[in-house]
């Protein structure tokens, strides 16, 4: 009913830049909000970022003052500025789409993320 598709993972070096894309579609109408989750082999997925139907972000304290979500004029796409990347942040990283109608949310195939030091 959702699909996401997500672009833009890669290697960087340490304190460079990146800019992760998902773009949503399908039975997008009940979308309450659009997010970026990562997960680390050995560890559990976490939270990074998301932003509601109104535009209101949330960040991980891991990331805050570095990464910025926002979404398209198109309510259907976000994005992920990755600036100032550290080692730690290498990871998959996963668009979501969630609704209050879901059980659980929709992920994308995930996009690797690789901070060399």
């Known amino acids: 009913q959702v699909q996401l598709v997500e672009s833009g993972g890669g290697l960087v070096q340490a304190g460079g830049s990146l800019r992760l894309s998902c773009a949503a579609s399908?039975?997008?109408?009940?979308?309450?909000?659009m997010g970026w989750y990562r997960q680390a082999p050995g560890k559990q997925r976490e939270l990074v970022a998301d932003i509601t139907r109104v535009g209101s972000p949330n960040y991980a304290d891991s990331v805050k003052g570095r990464f910025t979500i926002s979404r398209g004029n198109a309510k259907n796409t976000v994005y992920l500025q990755m600036n100032s990347l550290k080692p730690e942040d290498t990871a998959v990283y996963y668009c979501?789409?969630?609704?209050?109608?879901?059980?659980?949310?929709?992920w994308g195939q995930g996009t690797q993320v690789t901070v060399s030091s």
């Open positions: 399908g039975s997008i109408f009940n979308i309450d909000a």
């Open positions: 979501s789409a969630n609704s209050t109608y879901w059980p659980v949310p929709y």
